[in-house]
């Protein structure tokens, strides 16, 4: 299966298969949540591939990620810090789905 490319080039993830990314710092206090609610959904939607991405490690990794945590589904943002776990279960779940109905048409 083909790989996405992030904006270096990097593998991001196979082309075709949901991807949500939580971008989170060291210095964040909110982004140990973050990592947490990563691991939660990343364990509950087998077909999501969840990749969390630590700026101060991967700053060139940030584009237009201004503010931390953020996730970010399929390159577009979905939240700008961090939802209840039923909000990010809810909203995924409705990603999810409408991702697989545009990949069947």
Do not use: W
Request: hydrophobic letters at 40%; aromatic letters at 6%; charged letters at 25%.
């Amino acid at each position: 299966m083909p790989k996405r490319l992030n904006a270096d080039n990097r593998e991001s993830g196979p082309v075709g298969v949901p991807l949500l990314q939580v971008y989170v710092a060291r210095h964040c206090p909110s982004c140990e949540e973050a990592r947490r609610l990563a691991r939660l959904v990343d364990s509950l939607f087998p077909t999501l591939t969840v990749h969390v991405i630590d700026l101060d490690e991967s700053p060139a990794d940030a584009v237009d990620v201004f503010a931390v945590p953020t996730y970010v589904f399929n390159g577009r943002v979905c939240f700008l810090g961090n939802p209840s776990e039923e909000e990010l279960c809810e909203v995924l779940g409705r990603l999810l789905e409408s991702s697989l109905e545009d990949a069947v048409e």
